[in-house]
């Protein structure tokens, strides 16, 4: 068995072990019902909507993973406002409301945060959440790493696996000054942004606005005009028949993820990572990232010009790229088996569930040639499609279920057998190519190699003739 194959056995393991049961949704389901009744049991929150965010709604969590919420509060049908001191006067409400019902503990507000927040744990299940007043913007970011699932399902599993690496590592926890969990998936768009040839566009060529600028007004109408937006945007993409394959497989492109950031601290400093355009960034030379201040600097691409990576330190810098070259190390070594790759791209709860006793002949398990833990239809473009993933649209409160894509709107459930789906719409069948274009592909600054390896130092990328993203014809007509 070749390193490859060893870590694609490996990879599957992993993302089997993780990936949510009928259960793990059924118990967040009923959390998110109970957390309602709390709500409505407050006088000044009587009207709000409790609605999931995060991984849960982006498709991106695991049976471990914790429960965003955002209480958003009802202006009519516009866009509810709320100051900083509102927000943290309403949380402390919500957690007196939540003392006196019972089933939850573990009790943590933290209102001085950059969006205050109220954190604590379900008794009964264990299950952490994180609840926040009026984050819409956090909601919409959610949405769209959902429908990027829509162009290639490798994101989805590479987001997975980069998660549970990190986890392993202790790199996942802005609390304690490495990345969290939003900017890791930030990091893998990147990579499949500057991969040669390029799996995913930038993200302007999906949504050319500042998305947060965008949240005002009606609230049905302005999350419609930005889902069909990308809807439109999405389905040129991958309607797009001259764009290079990318084919490479999920340990292939996990092996590259290791290598394209193992020298990270180096170059944080002076160079800044931007999916909004898909490339590398000269700090010095982005005036909207200036006064410079952080370890490093991930621009937010519907949030600009904030910096998702802001809670980084500098000491954790140098952990995080310790982790970077000690994996890459592992994974180009030849002594390495099972268990060695397991203890280095899992943490110890989920490794110790499928880690197995070293065998000499690695030839008596069988390779598993399909690294993607759900049944894919094969595209013989050489992509992976998933048409279980749910389509862009507009509906609030979206929480995508595996089977049978349930819907939550503002406490009521309803039944979608594909997500409902944008004007624009996509294929019936909801296939998706694995195809990217190269036109934004990495290079380093001795040159792009021929064979399109990727540099471990970052220079800014080739840039090639770009389609212009398709724009709504009146967005400033927002009410």
Known sequence: MNSHSMLGVVLTDILRMVTPSQEDWEIRLAIINDLRSAAESVESLRGATVEPFGSVVSNLFTRWGDLDISIQLLNGSHIGAAGRKQKQTLLVNFLKALRMKGGYMNFQFIPKARVPILKFKSVRQGISCDVSINNLPGLMKSKFLLWINRIDGRFHDLVVVVKEWAKAHKINNSKTGSFNSFTLSLLVIFHLQTCAPAILPPLKDIYPYNMVDELRGVRADAENLIAETCAANINRFISNKSRPINRKSLPELFVDFQRKFAQIDEWASEIGICTYSGQWEQIKNNMRWLPKTYAIFVED????????????????????????????SLLISKNQNQNSLLTQLAPPHVWSLIARPVIPNYNVRPVIPNYNVRPAIPNYNGGYSHPTHPQPQGQRGVFPHPKSQRRFQNGKQGASSNGSTSKQGANSNGATSNQGASSNGATSK?????????????????????????RPKAPNQIA
């Open 301 to 328: 691409p519907f949030e600009q010009p904030e910096n998702s990576g802001r809670s980084v330190s500098a000491k954790q810098l140098k952990k995080i790229a310790e982790a970077f070259v000690g994996t890459y």
């Open 446 to 470: 001795q040159g792009a190699s021929s064979n399109g390896a990727i540099s471990t130092v970052p220079a800014k990328a080739l840039q090639g003739p770009q389609q212009q993203a398709w």
